[in-house]
């Protein structure tokens, strides 16, 4: 069964610092993944996604995530953090591709210190 | 185009009381889902609709039902609220091109069960 694993559940950084969150992922099939953002008090909104091509995928607000298929991980990175990136960020991958259902792992709370 | 709405936004219930959570989405998206978010625990599939006049179970659906209304609405009901189903609860949709299963979420559910 496809599964999905955040090893870091808490993170705090201060201001200026670089950012890197863990995903690693079991999954048997066509290896699509995702990174959610939910910020204080809202829904989730996409970050970034991978299906295929470049390894090396540019999301929105400076944010990257590198897909590393001998590792089964899809790191989330950001060289510089700022205040405003305080939330909670969730990696996911397709439960089944005939039924659009994700799998999301447990969750990393960021919090940058100003 | 609101995107994915759903009320209400808040909702306290005695334990026993019934209720049903409403979503709606005005992207013309076949697929809808139903999670919850439990601190710690990441985003658990409790139903999903793959397209208009189908439901599934997802991963924890006990004590709850849904019903997709047409295809742009799908709700969840409590029949019996249980303290255990204290959460934050999040409608989604998704349009299933290709590879690509990016879902859509609206802006949440806060009930709390006493």
């Given at each position: 069964?496809q599964?999905?694993?955040?090893h870091n559940h808490?993170?705090?950084?201060?201001?200026?610092?670089?950012?890197?969150?863990?995903?690693?992922?079991?999954?048997?099939?066509?290896?699509?993944l995702?990174?959610y953002?939910?910020?204080?008090?809202?829904h989730?909104?996409?970050l970034?996604?991978?299906?295929?091509g470049?390894?090396?995928?540019?999301?929105?607000?400076?944010?990257?995530?590198?897909?590393?298929?001998?590792?089964?991980?899809?790191?989330l990175?950001?060289?510089?953090?700022?205040?405003?990136?305080?939330?909670?960020?969730?990696?996911?991958?397709?439960?089944?591709?005939?039924?659009?259902?994700?799998?999301?792992?447990?969750?990393?709370?960021?919090?940058?210190?100003? | 185009?609101?995107?994915?709405?759903?009320?209400?936004k808040f909702?306290?219930?005695?334990?026993?009381q019934?209720?049903?959570?409403?979503?709606?989405?005005?992207?013309?998206?076949?697929?809808?889902?139903?999670?919850?978010?439990?601190?710690?625990?990441?985003?658990r599939?409790?139903?999903?609709?793959?397209?208009?006049?189908t439901?599934?179970?997802?991963?924890?659906?006990n004590?709850y039902?849904?019903s997709?209304?047409?295809?742009?609405?799908f709700?969840?009901?409590?029949?019996?609220a249980?303290?255990?189903?204290?959460?934050?609860?999040?409608?989604?949709?998704?349009?299933?091109?290709?590879?690509?299963?990016e879902?859509?979420f609206?802006?949440?559910?806060?009930?709390?069960v006493?």
């Amino acid at each position: 069964a496809q599964s999905v694993s955040q090893h870091n559940h808490h993170v705090i950084l201060s201001e200026a610092a670089s950012l890197e969150l863990g995903c690693n992922y079991s999954y048997g099939g066509t290896v699509n993944l995702f990174w959610y953002v939910q910020y204080p008090g809202q829904h989730l909104q996409l970050l970034l996604k991978y299906f295929s091509g470049d390894p090396l995928v540019k999301g929105i607000k400076g944010f990257e995530a590198e897909f590393i298929k001998s590792k089964f991980s899809f790191n989330l990175r950001k060289p510089s953090v700022q205040w405003s990136d305080t939330a909670e960020y969730f990696c996911a991958v397709p439960g089944s591709s005939n039924t659009g259902k994700l799998i999301f792992g447990q969750g990393t709370t960021l919090q940058v210190k100003p | 185009n609101a995107g994915v709405t759903q009320t209400p936004k808040f909702q306290v219930l005695k334990t026993g009381q019934s209720m049903t959570l409403q979503c709606a989405q005005d992207m013309n998206h076949n697929s809808m889902y139903w999670y919850r978010q439990d601190p710690g625990m990441g985003l658990r599939l409790i139903y999903y609709s793959a397209s208009e006049g189908t439901t599934d179970k997802g991963e924890v659906p006990n004590g709850y039902n849904v019903s997709r209304l047409n295809k742009r609405e799908f709700s969840l009901r409590l029949e019996s609220a249980a303290p255990s189903q204290t959460s934050v609860y999040f409608c989604a949709s998704s349009e299933i091109v290709g590879a690509n299963n990016e879902q859509f979420f609206g802006p949440g559910t806060r009930l709390t069960v006493l």
